[in-house]
């Protein structure tokens, strides 16, 4: 079955502390995996995409993280901001979604 | 960077009447437009894939009927809810698939829908 799991469903930090989401899939075929972060109310802005190639992907202070053979992604946020406060998303090949990980960042 | 709109950002309408919402890319063209509705808390669930020139592709669930899509353009989607009642009330979001770069997708905004 297609799917695309996410943990934790939520997660509260203090403000410049590091975090890690995890992302677990079952879809096929593979195409691709991309990281989203979606504001309150906004449609998702894409943070990273990898293909089956690639392990790891940048962007400023996020880092993703992919293992094909294992199904898993993850995205790690280094020195958390009030502005990563936010849904974030995986989304495989497209079409699948995950449900989401809401990402509180507290002062 | 891409850039997709959708008009209007809010609406609220009576129940029984229809409502349009567009989606535009405005830098690019677009062969396939998606089409998505999001309830509070939860995740984007995908209705319909929409190609320039053809009729949309629905979800299983998603009625084609009250959910009436068309992609008249390579920049212009548009998705009309009729006939609308109160359990339509949602975020709706479009996508665009660059043409010729089918590993992208660029998310409009958003347009919330309140049916009273």
């Known amino acids: 079955k297609n799917q695309v799991e996410q943990s934790p469903q939520s997660l509260i930090i203090l403000e410049g502390k590091n975090c890690t989401l995890q992302?677990?899939?079952?879809?096929?075929?593979?195409?691709?995996l991309r990281w989203y972060k979606q504001d309150t109310g906004r449609g998702p802005v894409s943070l990273t995409i990898m293909t089956f190639s690639e392990n790891t992907k940048s962007n400023g202070r996020y880092t993703a993280t992919l293992d094909a053979d294992t199904k898993q992604s993850s995205l790690h946020i280094t020195a958390s901001q009030l502005s990563d406060s936010a849904s974030y998303i995986c989304?495989?090949?497209?079409?699948?979604f995950g449900a989401g990980t809401r990402l509180t960042v507290k002062p | 960077g891409a850039v997709v709109s959708q008009h209007p950002s809010r609406v609220i309408c009576k129940s029984g009447t229809s409502v349009k919402i567009e989606c535009r890319s405005l830098?690019?063209?677009?062969?396939?437009m998606f089409w998505y509705r999001q309830f509070p808390k939860q995740s984007l669930m995908l209705m319909a894939t929409?190609?320039?020139?053809?009729?949309?592709?629905?979800e299983q669930g998603v009625e084609k009927d009250k959910f009436l899509i068309n992609h008249a353009s390579l920049t212009l989607s548009t998705l009309t809810v009729t006939s609308a009642h109160p359990e339509d009330s949602s975020f709706y979001i479009c996508?665009?698939?660059?043409?010729?770069?089918?590993?992208?997708?660029?998310f409009g905004p958003g347009t919330r829908l309140t049916v009273l």
């Open positions: 830098d690019f063209q677009a062969t396939t």
């Open positions: 992302c677990n899939y079952t879809v096929s075929p593979f195409s691709n």
């Open positions: 989304v495989v090949s497209l079409r699948r």
């Open positions: 996508s665009a698939q660059p043409w010729r770069n089918y590993n992208e997708q660029f």
């Open positions: 929409s190609n320039e020139g053809s009729k949309a592709t629905y």
